[in-house]
């Protein structure tokens, strides 16, 4: 999904570029390559600077690298070093009445002799590399034909736009003016009502921004002009996401799952060993309000690691359940459906529901399949549904596979769902008809970026730890204090915990990063006499299964494994997580596979191995140091690295925005929403 522009199709902006002025086949095709096609793109093609042109630089005053902008003539030009195999350099010599400024391109080419003719007037954009005699290499220059268009280039700020081959800031700059000066007043609000009252600043209307965002008065108006563009982004998103939450109220009718006094939720809490968190409480109270509401519960469940959703899920399910519905939940791999398979099952037959567990490679629908032991059909009768078994269906995608009926479902549950698709979701939902859903996340996702993917979801948050945790202590170190820090993990093994030990690769390659297969050797004699067991995705299911249960039950005292284990693996004992190469995971990840300890009552570390130079990994890996805030993790990350790379595969269905920045614009999203809400009220 891309936000289209703010346009409706017939609108006179949306006529070819074509149609403009000067516009012949060859710019159509330079300009195509920069995605410009209407005179639309053309108009919302932001500059990626400006330059103030009202005052010039005279050449005397240039500093050393320093950029800046000058004008002046050219006095003398030329071709030097034409020898043999060696690269020609072309140098001209620009002259402005107080000093002389040698341009010089290491790369000649054969039109530079003739653009750059002794006489001509040039606007030049450098930083000097040298003062005696002054001089800047490959300067961007703009050719100042007398007399034309002065007000356009020159004594004002101008725009430098996003340029391609054979298309120079003068003609592209030029198009710009004339494709306002022809269309800027049939340039619309896209809806009524939007105030010129921003969220940070007054903004201006649609036209002025526009014109503003390609000349400016002032340089502070590009960031207001901006401002007001990028409203018009979010609204024409929020638009779209109300308009389909609406459309969905209309045409759907929950099913009535809101529970049946608690009559399976009171046994479970009370086996469950503890008290549930008043945050837990809180959101319990949200979902069944939901589940027992008109239209079908369309909820994000976040919660940081930890923080006990699965409680929550059970719940909710149990709600569901009560009331006769039965239960799908999906995770997203095998491991993860397992560890839910065992709990779910130790909690929920004893109230007499069935549990079924459906993976790539296991089955457990052997017995009685379900349909046939459930009235479907005419009879919606409460009480003789609940007279039948109940059944929670865990599974990772496989519960997807067509022809594998979930009969009478009424909650559907996504746990770790920023792994899935929204396709994989919908295509779990229409098993149903209009189920209720429930998708958790532990990957906080900063507001801006809830609000843009998740719109259409209302928002739970869980924002408290289960009491008794023991605190995490989180440590980077460079690669050679390894041997202290091996000495360390051994300590702790002594007292009997366990550890994780990370790996970003399964088997080297040629990116140098180390791999669990080759250090698992290594790792059986440094640590001996502990031992160490192996989990990475290549394994087979039942390996992988075997493994997780040995060190589950603490036959195994450090588990190796890659990143697989980012989600959802829960045994309070492992107090200890090792990452080596941590520089080449995400922050969300590294956030995530510390959540794997600190589970438990005694203290956890978690060391994170790097000899990254690159600041920004440096920086990155000090927040994980600073924080153990998700919240705050997930938006250092997206100032960091920029939406697509923070949320991997989710991106898909992240908008591309010209003028929006979802790192900063929480304020303009806030007031698209609410804009758009009255309108639609
Ligand atoms: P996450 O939110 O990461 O999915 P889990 O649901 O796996 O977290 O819960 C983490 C651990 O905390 C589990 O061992 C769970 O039994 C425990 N837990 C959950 N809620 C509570 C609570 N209210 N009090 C104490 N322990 C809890
Ligand atoms: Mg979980």
Known sequence: MSVAPAQLPDTPLAAPIARLWGVGSERVKQLARLDIHTVEDLLLNKPHRYEDRRKLLPIAELRLKEAATVRGKIIAAGTKGWKKGARAMFECILDDGTARLHCRWWQASSWMEDYYAVGREFLVFGKPESLRPRTVDHPETEFVEPGEDEFIHVNRIVPIHPLTEGLTARVMRTLVWRALERFENQIEEPVPGIPHKGATSNLPGRANAVRMIHFPEELTDVEIARQRLALDEFVELQMQIQQRRKNFEAKSKALPCGGDQNRLIKPFLVQLGFKLTDAQTRVLREIRADMGGAYPMRRLLQGDVGSGKTAVAACAA???????????????????????????????????????LQTGSRKTSNTQHPTSNIQRGGDKDHASRITHHTFLFIGTHALLTSGFDLPQLGLVIIDEQHKFGVTQREQLLRKGVYPHLLVMTATP????????????????????????????????????????????????LKTGRQAYVVYPRVEENADGLKAVTKEFDNLKSKLAPFRVGLLHGRLKSAEKEAAMADFRAKHMNVLLATSLIEVGVDVPNATVMLIENAESFGLAQLHQLRGRIGRGAHESFCILISDAKNPDSRERLRVLEETNDGFRIAEADLKLRGPGELLGQQQSGLPRFRFGNLAEDLALIHQARELVANILR
């Open 445 to 492: 996702i900063p507001r801006t970026l809830g609000l843009t993917l998740y719109g259409d979801l209302d928002v739970s948050v869980i924002d408290e730890l289960p009491p008794g945790r023991g605190a995490i202590k989180t440590f980077v170190r460079p690669v050679d204090k390894l041997p202290k820090v091996w000495e360390f993990l051994r300590e702790k």
């Open 318 to 356: 149990l709600m569901s359940l009560e009331c006769g519905f039965n239960v799908a939940l999906m995770a997203p791999t095998e491991i993860l459906a397992e560890q839910h398979f065992r709990n779910f099952t130790r909690w929920f037959e004893p109230l007499g529901i069935k549990v079924e």
